[in-house]
């Protein structure tokens, strides 16, 4: 059941969008986040509802799987909804006891849904697409200049792509506990709240001591092989743009300047 | 108290390009009594299968009874079942949580909803049963020895009195002699309290001298499914499957390949033991 998440998952594929440099889709999803937010009509949405179709397809992942890992936030954009529709003031269409639907309540909370899966299908597109070692890579290539002003770049790059690695490996571990758990009559399922919390005692005690275990014995085999930092470190496969590289920067600053025409003209 | 499984399918991640047909068309009874060894290569499935058996995964396809009811039936309670037929996972680390050995062993007991003297009796009894010293009941899970947690995980599911035990890999990671005590310990529960076992393992040398039946998986099918004797005749196919006779066996076959008369089938090492020294005797006298 938790294997279900697939919020940044990788996908294994062989496509255009998964062979583009990672500080391309690193940028190229920045540029989109903010092309979200100019847009602010419906011909400005349906553009980049259109761009974003268009790189799903390209990006050979199947739709159905990327709509699967929306279902985890679907709460969240509900409660979204529902608090833009019944706390905007303005011209009323619905009352009832306390509760009022504005008509302005009613278009601020379709934008902002509409805003909120645009935003996280287009960014889990770039995890879908890059495995979290070229993502980390690309991040770290990009930030860089910081490292002139004393940011320690490299460690927190490194960081990432522990942190990253180590998500699919808990999800697996939390499910098998979880199990393990089930097996000795434990329900996660039912109960009220606070039954329900309690209940995860016997999951999170197990999961936590694993995870302080792996912790150690990866600190351990680092050291085991004198890691000491970035300085110096040279790449096994250094980042290389290419011609697709060159051409996906100018499409996506193509598409943020249609969106901005899209806003002033419309 | 039986239980069956009818052409029973599981598929892993169904619609996305690395979906994993883990089982496929499996048909199997398990009858009262029975001490059953689940072997095979890792990957082929036996996990998988075993978690069916006390509905924790859902068959993609097929049917599964316990005691002629269908678990997925209407108004089947799974959590109950779940008492009934008990599944051991491999790494204690997994379940143990609780401050102390003794708690951790009432979970069980606990969630089945007994009240607070059955409970306690029937942990200190599952304690007893696999032979953790009473004077470490109040120690934490997480300081005991490999061994010793391996038998308090063992301890919480018996505390759940099941008439299945399944346990998965139970002697991953121990060394000779905690292998040897856990399995003693296994076959003890079977003679005794005739409880059934299903050993799930990838070593032939742990289930060849316990299991009355072997089911032999591969590629996410039943290969095998005989007495011991009768599955270890299959040397060419149990190798092509990354399987190995037990030691024994390959001893025997040996000495009979050159010219001694033994018993080539032989599995333990007790009953190779006699077979060696009767032939030196009846060479000798």
């Known amino acids: 059941m938790i294997r279900e998440i697939t919020i940044g998952q990788y996908y294994d594929e062989e496509s255009v969008i998964h062979r583009l440099d990672p500080r391309v889709k690193l940028v190229a999803t920045l540029i989109y986040i903010i092309s979200i937010f100019v847009v602010n009509n419906i011909p400005g949405y349906a553009f980049v509802v259109v761009f974003l179709g268009i790189c799903i397809a390209l990006s050979h992942v199947p739709f159905k799987f990327i709509v699967k890992g929306l279902k985890p936030v679907m709460i969240i954009l509900f409660i979204t909804i529902a608090f833009n529709m019944l706390l905007t003031p303005g011209e009323i269409l619905w009352k009832f006891w306390i509760l009022k639907i504005s008509r302005e309540g009613l278009k601020a909370g379709a934008t902002m849904a509409l805003r909120l899966t645009l935003l996280i299908t287009g960014s889990s597109l770039m995890t879908l697409t890059t495995t979290p070692n070229n993502l980390t890579d690309g991040m770290e290539r990009l930030l860089r200049p910081l490292t002139r002003i004393r940011v320690p770049v490299h460690e927190i790059a490194m960081m990432m792509s522990i942190a990253l690695r180590f998500i699919p490996i808990l999800l697996e571990e939390t499910d098998i506990i979880m199990k393990a758990q089930m097996a000795r009559g434990a329900d996660f399922e039912s109960g009220n709240i606070f039954r329900r919390a309690k209940a995860l005692v016997p999951l999170l005690v197990p999961l936590f001591v694993s995870a302080f275990r792996r912790a150690n014995d990866l600190a351990m085999a680092m050291e085991a092989r004198c890691y000491r930092g970035g300085e110096g470190r040279t790449k096994m496969k250094p980042l290389k743009y290419n011609g697709r590289d060159y051409a996906a920067y100018a499409i996506v600053w193509l598409f943020l300047a249609g969106c901005i025409v899209l806003r002033i003209v419309l | ?285």
């Open chain 2, 1 to 285: 108290m039986s239980m069956t499984l009818e052409h029973v399918n599981c598929i892993y991640s169904a619609d996305t390009n690395h979906s994993v047909h883990a089982l496929k068309d499996i048909c199997l009874t398990i009858n009262d009594g029975e001490f059953i060894g689940l072997i095979g290569h890792t990957g082929c499935g036996k996990s998988t299968l075993v978690q069916h058996l006390n509905g924790l995964i859902r068959p993609t396809d097929g049917l599964i009874t316990y005691n002629g009811q269908d678990i997925y039936g209407k108004g089947f309670n799974r959590k109950e079942l779940r008492g009934h037929v008990g599944l051991v996972f491999q790494y204690p680390e997994h379940q143990l949580f609780e401050n102390d050995v003794f708690s951790d062993v009432c979970f069980g007991p606990i969630n089945l909803g007994l009240d607070r003297k059955e409970v306690e009796l029937r942990a200190y009894e599952a304690l007893h049963a696999v032979g953790f010293p009473d004077e470490d009941f109040e120690s934490s899970p997480f300081e005991i020895s490999g061994g010793q947690k391996r038998r308090v995980a063992i301890a919480g599911v018996l505390a759940m009195k099941p008439d299945i035990l399944i346990l998965d890999e139970p002697t991953a990671g121990l060394d000779p002699k905690g292998r040897e005590d856990i399995l003693e310990l296994i076959s003890r529960l079977h003679r005794e309290n005739s409880m059934t076992i299903i050993l799930v393992s990838h070593s032939m040398d742990d289930v060849a001298g316990y299991a009355e039946r072997l089911i032999v998986m591969d590629h996410g099918s039943i290969a095998y499914d005989d007495k011991p004797q009768e599955v270890f005749k299959n040397v060419r196919e149990l190798e092509a499957m990354g399987l190995a006779l037990p030691e024994v066996t390959y001893i025997m076959r040996t000495l009979k390949r050159n010219g001694y008369d033994v018993d080539d089938t032989l599995t333990t090492i007790d009953e190779a033991v006699d077979a060696i020294v009767s032939l030196y005797k009846s060479r000798h006298s």
